[in-house]
């Protein structure tokens, strides 16, 4: 559980709430621009890992333990945060910190697929739905307490030069030079470098098996063999392309979603902030929650309804400007728009939660004990395969928009380049009835 505990921030201050918005705020040339490129760097980290994930994770399962895999990929993840503090306000050349981003991504996102390939020889079938929905919700405790941590005593206002509590940012962060937004980088790295500790010293991994050739090529040839029969096997496969376009909708809506409220909505770092915690704060209970009512219910009924919620606040954002709500024009300076927008942040963090929670459960009733590294790496595939396209096909439609031919503002180039994140969800959704769950059968 303190593995997902370790890992959050990462997803909270760098790919949500602090850094993706600074980025497109203050180092892209504009909002729009900034959108556009932060869906390339994150969609060819999620490329990397799409076509390796599978070969790692089926020698995984044959070589044993997977600690080390953890620890390595741990590593490049912790150097590529780090390194984020490099991003300075106005830089001339992005391509470097696209590159660190990337791999950032590419270093924490393969942890965990080690990391969840753990859990089943860990506790009985009918405990996993709980192990999980409480490790997601500890984990969104722990992004929201370093989000506080940064709101609260690092990121400070350029205009001001306070924190969200009236404070002087600690360390002598500069807030001119945003710097208390770049901290959000080796605060994640250390973070993580402290809090992944408990998982190795004290959780137990599988025994070693034979030699590493050996596990290479019985790996691959599990893989190919699993390949091969992989469309006969309706339920996992269904599962597979379902969960993919789902996850790809939730992570661009994670991904895209402080960049969205700071271009659309005019939202500081402060106010997104503010979101995140009320977001992470939802999320923990929807994780809990969810991981009680996939062990009573099963995770199927859990995935459908959390992905449905997530698509319609998905539509709601969309239609939210600093003048409108649901395409309807409002008072000018009414604050209703914010408000509407930390509802469906609300609601996102919760559906989220239990969403991501439940697909792991899910994921497990669709192969045996033996196979469970490769299922997860092929879960990775599947992800990442529509990782990239996610957050590409946002780049390239925001593009498209503000491009001479159809010549939309900024805005309008953002709200129309989010968009096809609801069609991910409706796939997502349609697949979904040709999934089966071995929660029945757990509880008989």
């Known amino acids: 559980m303190f593995f997902d505990w370790a890992q959050q921030p990462f997803h909270t201050l760098i790919i949500t709430f602090v850094f993706a918005p600074y980025f497109a705020a203050a180092v892209a040339p504009d909002a729009a621009r900034g959108q556009e490129l932060w869906g390339y760097a994150t969609g060819i980290g999620g490329l990397l890992i799409a076509f390796s994930s599978p070969v790692l994770g089926a020698i995984a399962d044959a070589s044993g333990p997977r600690k080390p895999w953890i620890a390595v990929f741990s590593v490049i993840g912790i150097v590529g945060c780090w390194m984020l503090w490099f991003a300075a306000p106005g830089m001339s050349d992005l391509t470097w910190i696209l590159i660190i981003i990337a791999v950032a991504v590419f270093g924490m996102e393969y942890a965990a697929v080690f990391n969840n390939a753990m859990m089943p020889t860990l506790v009985p079938r009918s405990e996993l739905g709980r192990l999980s929905g409480s490790a997601w919700g500890l984990g969104y405790v722990g992004g929201l307490i370093s989000l506080i941590m940064v709101l609260g005593f690092m990121s400070a206002s350029p205009e001001t030069g306070r924190t969200l509590i009236g404070l002087e940012p600690v360390l002598g962060l500069d807030p001119a030079m945003r710097e208390g937004d770049r901290a959000a980088g080796p605060l994640t790295a250390l973070w993580y470098l402290v809090f992944i500790i408990p998982m190795f010293l004290f959780t137990a991994d599988v025994t070693r098996k034979p030699a590493i050739k050996g596990a290479v090529r019985d790996g691959l040839s599990k893989l190919k063999q699993t390949l091969k029969r992989l469309p006969s096997e309706r339920s996992y496969f269904s599962f597979l392309i379902s969960s993919m376009f789902y996850r790809d909708g939730l992570n661009a809506l994670y991904a895209f979603g402080g960049i969205y409220a700071a271009g659309v909505l005019g939202l500081s770092i402060i106010q997104i ?40 606040c998905c539509a709601l954002i969309i239609s939210t400007t600093q003048g409108q709500v649901l395409f309807t024009t409002v008072a000018e300076g009414s604050g209703l728009p914010v408000l509407v927008f930390y509802f469906a942040g609300c609601l996102i963090g919760a559906a989220g939660g239990s969403i991501q929670a439940a697909s792991r459960t899910l994921l497990v009733d669709q192969v045996d004990t033996d196979r469970v590294t490769e299922a997860f790496g092929l879960y990775a595939l599947s992800g990442k395969a529509t990782s990239f396209i996610g957050p590409l096909s946002i780049a390239l439609v925001t593009g498209l928009a503000a491009s001479q031919a159809f010549g939309l503002s900024p805005v309008d180039a953002q709200r129309v380049g989010v968009t096809p994140i609801i069609a991910l969800f409706i796939i997502g959704l349609a697949l979904l009835p040709f999934v089966k769950s071995r929660h029945r059968e757990v509880v008989a």
Do not use: E
């Open 273 to 312: 902030g503010i979101f995140g915690i009320l977001s992470n704060i939802t999320g923990a209970i929807g994780a809990y929650v969810g991981g009680r009512m996939d062990q009573r219910f099963g995770p199927k009924i859990v995935v459908a309804w959390s992905a449905v919620i997530l698509a319609l």
